[in-house]
């Protein structure tokens, strides 16, 4: 026993062992990625499942939304909005391919909204019609002349018909605001998720998922170009229903570079990083551009507002000193009188 607690903890026989062991972990460290030769393929079938569990889901997402979305139509088909507009043929006097386009970048899917927007461009003019001669020759608001009402009563029924036009307009501008806001930033993360080796379908997946909470506009923008991309034929027109839906030319070359990738195979991180730059620059551009216009709105609310009160303030005070320098040289012509009058008269 003595004999081998000696042997251990002698000084040679140490480094002899450790000299062993860093041999012997040399030799493995070369010879192990010669024998881990399926490693790849495993990660090659993993990823190919993922994909295909992913278009699974989409297509049975866009199924169940196909078969709720027909139902809805189904039973809102015999609705009165539904007779009045075909029966007046309202979807070919109002540019029905126009109006769709402006409500699916305004977020408004469907024939519903169609049908309402249709709708409301002909009952919102008979009621702004209604509501101006009722103020107007009922209520005898502002007292105006015969002529002056019939004026009155026509620019009501005018407003009333763009009243729709313009509420769906603000609606698309809100919207691209709001996606031109957060595309750069999603951008950075889509470049991301295809940089670590993701599909640009799994890329959009997970920018879905982590852009939700900020920008739920784009996150169903991109949700749609995802599903879009597992069961459309041409991916291309997937790529390019997402420019059409937002409108924004940014989102546009974004969508020209993924197509000229998909169909020329350019790297498509530096594109990203590329788009994701000039995104960038074209959202401080539209902040620059509403600083610069701040100074003009800001003319009239000063002429008449500040200007008045800042010519109160600055000349109000000389003004009254000078009323009562004339008041008192007043009392002194008439004290001047009254003494000259009582010396005339002794």
Same mark, same amino acid.
């Given at each position: ?148 009402? !019939? ?9 009333? @018909?763009? +009243? $729709?036009? #313009?509420? %769906? ?18 951008l950075d993360l889509m470049l991301i998720c295809v940089e670590s080796g993701m599909s640009i379908e799994a890329a959009m997946q997970k920018v879905t998922e982590e852009v939700a909470t900020t920008c739920p506009e784009l996150a169903e923008e991109y949700g749609l ?68 216009? !701040? ?9 008449? @507002?500040? +200007? $008045?009160? #800042?010519? %109160? ?34």
């Amino acid at each position: 026993m003595m004999d081998i607690i000696e042997t251990i903890t002698n000084r040679q026989v140490q480094i002899g062992i450790l000299a062993g062991l860093a041999v012997f972990a040399t030799a493995m460290t070369l010879v192990a990625p010669l024998f881990a030769t399926g490693d790849l393929g495993k990660r090659a079938k993993k990823v190919a499942d993922y994909k295909e569990r992913l278009r699974e889901q989409s297509r049975a997402d866009i199924k169940a939304s196909q078969k709720k979305s027909t139902s809805l139509r189904t039973a809102s088909a015999k609705g009165f909005a539904q007779r009045m507009v075909e029966q007046f043929n309202l979807l070919e006097v109002f540019d029905a391919n126009t109006a769709r386009k402006q409500q699916i970048q305004a977020g408004w899917r469907g024939e519903r909204p169609l049908v309402t927007y249709m709708m409301a461009r002909v009952v919102t003019p008979i009621i702004a019609l209604l509501v101006a001669i009722f103020y107007i020759y009922v209520l005898e608001v502002g007292g105006l002349s015969s002529f002056m009402k !019939l004026i009155a009563s026509f620019g009501a029924l005018i407003v009333g @018909f763009y +009243l $729709p036009q #313009l509420y %769906v307009s603000n609606a698309v501008t809100k919207r691209r605001q709001k996606i031109q806001l957060a595309f750069p930033d999603s951008l950075d993360l889509m470049l991301i998720c295809v940089e670590s080796g993701m599909s640009i379908e799994a890329a959009m997946q997970k920018v879905t998922e982590e852009v939700a909470t900020t920008c739920p506009e784009l996150a169903e923008e991109y949700g749609l170009t995802t599903a879009e991309l597992s069961y459309l034929q041409d991916r291309k027109i997937a790529y390019a229903n997402l420019g059409e839906r937002t409108g924004l030319e940014g989102v546009k070359a974004v969508v020209t570079a993924l197509i000229q990738s998909e169909q020329y195979g350019t790297p498509l991180g530096q594109s990203l990083r590329v788009m994701a730059a000039e995104n960038r620059e074209l959202r401080m551009q539209e902040a620059e551009k509403k600083a610069a216009a !701040l100074p003009p709105k800001l003319t009239v609310p000063m002429i008449l @507002f500040f +200007l $008045p009160v #800042l010519f %109160v303030v600055i000349l109000g005070p000389g003004a009254l000193i000078a009323m009562g320098k004339g008041e008192e040289e007043g009392d002194r012509a008439i004290v001047q009188n009254a003494t000259d009058g009582q010396n005339s008269g002794n």
